[in-house]
């Protein structure tokens, strides 16, 4: 087998997003975290490189993405396609600009789009202006974001200052004519020196006429979910064979965890619902520094795993910076984050096969606790969160990483019930 299309993705839940919606075709997905030390002989028809370089300097996101595409290109893919978050995260000085200018260098590529509507999850653009539900960005939650706070909605003024050359749009007029306009339209920018081109799309059926015209492009960067119609089209196009590879769903221990650090609204919501369900233990940063973890590790210890207690962080803002203001953020993050790591291993010492995780950064450090580089991905519990499956010290097990946002209130139960079924 060889690979289709190598994807590069900013984040950790970024990338399970994009491999998700990728697998929803049916075929073969392979998530590996970071890029793979080597070659190996079991590459997949997708393949994406989970990277952690949303907010890191520009030269090192940039070497970083390029180490990817080399490593994809050996697994041998030709078409690439770089993904950043829905609400675009990032500063004038980010990367998302910087990164898809070295990987067009690097493959010799004229122009690439920009798309990162994903309309299931409420993210549309029209007129080059991103929307998160009926909010232009920079008037949603995004704009207080910690790390990368949304004061712009407009995408072409948002990556101007991140590329060395002119950034056009293909509006929605322009997609809501079909995809041969929408190439016609393309060519004309690139005549007119436009490398960039950011296209407006406020449905799946935009996202639909977006891939078929742009699929053959060596580089396509968005959200998630331009991605989603490729597989169809390179099945169209005889690139992929149905049948070839098929995911597979293995057996995984029945025995499974809850484990939240993530405090976006939607998860504090998820641990509500779900702490009325099943045995709950809320952790305190300022008891963890204090006492350390032995209290709730014995709590854990005296449960049985098929009970699939929750462990959970997350907490109201108020709370959060109480504890931020007396550890600084980064020792509070840490310590949620440490604790959570040394729960997963017990709860998989314990016999714990199925790992439901909340929180991007508190999914990196469960997954690297757990020794895990690589899932295959399987079903998909809500848009953008699929299972993933892995193997922990020689025993199989199946993760569910998911970014605070994603997920109805119901996540936890559903993404239990998904193996279930
Ligand atoms: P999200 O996907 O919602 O951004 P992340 O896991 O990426 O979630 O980030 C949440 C961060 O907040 C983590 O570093 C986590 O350790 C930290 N955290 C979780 N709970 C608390 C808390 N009660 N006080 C302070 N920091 C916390």
């Not at 998160?132 to 939650?141: I, K, R, T």
């Amino acid at each position: 087998m060889t690979t289709v299309l190598g994807c590069i993705a900013d984040d950790f839940t970024g990338a399970c997003d994009l491999a998700g919606l990728l697998a929803r075709s049916g075929v073969k997905v392979n998530l590996r975290m970071g890029v793979p030390d080597g070659p190996t002989d079991d590459v997949a028809a997708f393949e994406v490189i989970a990277l952690k370089c949303r907010t890191a300097p520009v030269d090192i996101a940039v070497a970083e993405c390029r180490a990817a595409l080399e490593w994809l290109k050996k697994a041998g893919a030709d078409r690439f396609f770089w993904k950043y978050c829905s609400t675009f995260d990032s500063t004038p000085t980010g990367n998302i600009g910087p990164v898809a200018e070295a990987l067009m260098a690097d493959l010799g590529a004229k122009q690439t789009i920009y798309c990162p509507a994903f309309p299931e999850n409420d993210r549309s653009i029209f007129m080059g202006n991103l929307f998160v539900g009926e909010q232009p960005l920079a008037e949603s939650p995004m704009k207080d974001h910690p790390l990368t706070p949304m004061r712009d909605s407009n995408l072409m003024r948002l990556l101007a200052p991140q590329t060395t050359a002119p950034v056009g749009l293909a509006n929605r007029l322009c997609v809501a004519k079909g995809a041969e306009a929408l190439q016609a339209r393309l060519k004309d920018l690139r005549k007119d020196g436009f490398v960039h081109v950011v296209v407006d799309a406020v449905a799946d059926d935009d996202l639909k006429t977006i891939a078929k015209a742009c699929c053959d492009m060596p580089l396509m960067t968005g959200g998630s979910a331009v991605a989603m119609p490729l597989p169809a089209l390179y099945m169209a196009q005889g690139l992929l064979n149905e049948t070839e590879q098929k995911m597979s769903v293995p057996q995984v221990g029945t025995g499974a965890i809850v484990l939240s650090g993530s405090c976006s609204a939607m998860t504090r919501a998820q641990v509500a619902k779900y702490s009325a369900k099943a045995p709950s233990y809320r952790l305190d940063p300022l008891d963890l520094s204090n006492d350390g973890v032995q209290k709730v590790r014995k709590w854990l210890a005296a449960l049985p795993v098929t009970a699939a207690p929750m462990i959970y962080a997350t907490a109201e803002p108020d709370a959060v910076r109480r504890a931020q203001d007396q550890l600084g953020v980064a020792r509070a993050g840490e310590i949620v984050e440490q604790a959570l790591a040394v729960l997963a291993l017990d709860a998989k010492a314990h016999g714990a096969g199925r790992f439901v995780v909340a929180g991007g950064e508190t999914s990196g450090a469960v997954a690297k606790a757990l020794g895990v580089t690589q899932m295959t991905i399987g079903p998909e519990i809500a848009p953008g969160v699929p299972w993933g499956f892995s193997h922990s010290d020689g025993a199989d097990i199946a993760l569910a990483l998911k970014s605070g946002n994603f997920g109805k209130e119901t996540f936890f139960t559903d993404a239990l019930a998904v193996l279930e079924s």
